[in-house]
C-alpha cells in the first residue's frame, strides 16, 4: 500500500549510517575549504525523514551536549525509536510524527545541521520542496545540508530493474512484502537464464544477486516507492540554490579531491575542460556515480584553510593495529603508509589523541609543519585518524563489575551488545571522544558479553 508520496504498509530497516555524524559532516565540508558549523560545543541538529532514528539514537548518545531532532511520517518508526530514547535516558532526543509538508518551521528551533538521508530520491516532488524547504527555514546562517539520492549517470542502467520488478508485480495480490519478495525471484530467474539485459550489464547483474540476501524491508522502499526518481547532480545542486542552500562539497571528503577519485587521464581532462563543464559532471560520467552525497551552506559560504581547521582539535583513532595502517583501497587509487612519518602518527595515536600542540613534538623530527600538515590530511582522507570532540580516555566508556571484569558504561551501548552480537554481521559501541559509533570487533564483543 502507500500514500501519495510514500510506502506505507511496511517499516523500512534499522540500520546506523556513521556518513550522517557530524563529526563525518564538518571534516567533509572543512576539508572542501568551507567553515563548519562547531561540534566541540553545543548545536542542533535535524534529520528529516529520520526512520527508525538508529543514528540519531547513537549520536545523542555519544554528543550529550548537543541535541537532536528526527522527523517522520510513519508512526511506527517514531514509536520504536521512541521507545529506545526513554531506555537510553537520552533528553537531548527529540521525535516527532509528522508530514514534512504540512510541519511548520517554527515549531522546530534554529539548527547548525540539516540532513536528508533515503529521501530525495524516493518521494514526490512536493516532498522533497517541503524538506529543502524546512531546511532552509530551519538553519541557522552558515548551517550545513546533507543531501542523498540516486545519481545519474550510475542508475541510467539500472532503472530497468525496478521497471521490470513493478510491471511484474501489477495487479499481483498479496502484501507489499510479498509483491517484492516475488519480483527479487523474478529478476534473479532472468538473470540466472541468461537474459541479454543481465549479460550486456552486469553492474545490473551484480545488483540482483545483492537483492537476493537483501532484507525484503529494504527492497520495498528502495524500488516500490512511486515517486522514486534518481538526479543529474544540476538538478539537485539548482533545487538547493532555489532555497538559498549553495553547494560546498559532497561527502566523504575525499571525493572532493580529483587525485583520490580519479585516474591521471580522467584528472587530465577534468583539468582541461575545468571552467567549461561543471566538475561535477565530469566526475559522476568518469566514476559512472550511482548515489551521491552532497553538501550545501545556507548563505554565503566563509572560507577556510583545512589545516588551519585540522588544528582546532585533537587527532586520534578507533582502529587497532593491523587495521591501523593497512593499505586504504578509494575510487581510483590504494592509498599506503609506508614511511617513518606515518608509523610515528600511527604509533602515537595508537596509545592516545594528540592535541596540535603535540604534532611537532611527535612528528617534528621526521617532518617540516607543512609536510606533517599534508600527512595529518591524507590520513584524516583515508579513515585512519578522525578529529576528536571529546575526553581521549577510552577507559571513559567503560565500568568495572564486581567481579572484577569491564562492561561498557552506556546503557545504549549494553543494549547494542545484547540485540547484536548473534543476529547482526557487527556489534555497534557508541564513543563519545568521536562523536560516534564504530563496529566492535567480535572478540572484544564476546569479552565484554561475558
Known amino acids: ?22 563529526t563525518e559532516l564538518t571534516v567533509s565540508c572543512a576539508l572542501a575549504g568551507v567553515l563548519p558549523p562547531r561540534v566541540e560545543r553545543p548545536f542542533r541538529y535535524l534529520d528529516l525523514g529520520c526512520g527508525h532514528a538508529t ?15 528526527g522527523v517522520d511520517f510513519m508512526p511506527e518508526h517514531i514509536a520504536a525509536a521512541e521507545a529506545v530514547r526513554k531506555q537510553a535516558g537520552l533528553q537531548n532526543l527529540h521525535l516527532v510524527c509528522a508530514d514534512l509538508r504540512t510541519l511548520a518551521a517554527d515549531a522546530l528551533p534554529e539548527m547548525d545541521f540539516v540532513v536528508l538521508h533515503g529521501l530525495y ?8 520542496a517541503a524538506a529543502l524547504g524546512l531546511a532552509a527555514q530551519s538553519l541557522r546562517e552558515g548551517g550545513l545540508v546533507y543531501v542523498s539520492y540516486n ?5 541510467c542502467a539500472l532503472a530497468p530493474l525496478r521497471d521490470m520488478m513493478l510491471t511484474f508485480t501489477k495487479g499481483m495480490p498479496g502484501t507489499t512484502l510479498e509483491r517484492a519478495q516475488k519480483a527479487v525471484e523474478y529478476l534473479h530467474f532472468m538473470r540466472k537464464f541468461g537474459a541479454a539485459y543481465f549479460e550486456m550489464s552486469p553492474a545490473a547483474a551484480e545488483l540482483v544477486d545483492q537483492l537476493v540476501t537483501r532484507d525484503l524491508h529494504y527492497v520495498v522502499h528502495e524500488y516500490f516507492n512511486p515517486h522514486w526518481a534518481f538526479f543529474r547532480f544540476a538538478e539537485v545542486k539548482a533545487h538547493g540554490e532555489s532555497f538559498g542552500l549553495h553547494y560546498v562539497g559532497s561527502s566523504p571528503a575525499y571525493l572532493n579531491r580529483d587525485d583520490l577519485v580519479l585516474s591521471v587521464p580522467m584528472q587530465a581532462l577534468v583539468e582541461r575542460w575545468r571552467g567549461e563543464a561543471p566538475r561535477e559532471l565530469l566526475v559522476d560520467a568518469a566514476t559512472h556515480e550511482t548515489f551521491r552525497q552532497d553538501l550545501f551552506v545556507k548563505g554565503t559560504p566563509v572560507t577556510v584553510e583545512p589545516c588551519e581547521w585540522l588544528g582546532q582539535g585533537h587527532i586520534g583513532t578507533h582502529l587497532v593495529r593491523p587495521r591501523l595502517g593497512a593499505p586504504v583501497r578509494l575510487r581510483s587509487r ?54 576528536f570532540v571529546g575526553a581521549t580516555n577510552a577507559a571513559a566508556q567503560l565500568e568495572a563489575k564486581p567481579t572484577g571484569r569491564f562492561r561498557l558504561a552506556l546503557w545504549l551501548n549494553c543494549w547494542f551488545l545484547e540485540t547484536q552480537l548473534w543476529t547482526r554481521p557487527a556489534v555497534l559501541v557508541v564513543a563519545q571522544p568521536l562523536g560516534t559509533a564504530f563496529v566492535l570487533p567480535f572478540r572484544v564483543a564476546l569479552v565484554l558479553a561475558g
Open 55 to 69: 543514528s540519531l539514537t547513537v549520536f545523542a548518545a555519544a554528543m550529550p551536549y548537543a541535541e537532536f531532532w
Open 121 to 128: 530520491s524516493w518521494v514526490s516532488e512536493s516532498v522533497r
Open 151 to 155: 545519481a545519474w549517470p550510475g542508475w
Open 1 to 22: 500500500m502507500c500514500s501519495d508520496s510514500y510506502v506505507t504498509d511496511v517499516p523500512y530497516t534499522s540500520a546506523f549510517a556513521p556518513a550522517l555524524a557530524p
Open 334 to 387: 590504494e592509498l599506503t603508509w609506508s614511511t617513518p612519518l606515518y608509523e610515528a602518527l600511527f604509533e602515537h595515536v595508537s596509545r592516545r589523541s594528540l592535541d596540535p600542540s603535540e604534532w611537532d613534538e611527535a612528528l617534528g623530527s621526521l617532518a617540516s609543519t607543512s609536510e606533517q600538515e599534508a600527512a595529518l590530511t591524507r590520513a584524516l582522507l583515508g579513515g585512519q585518524v578522525t578529529r
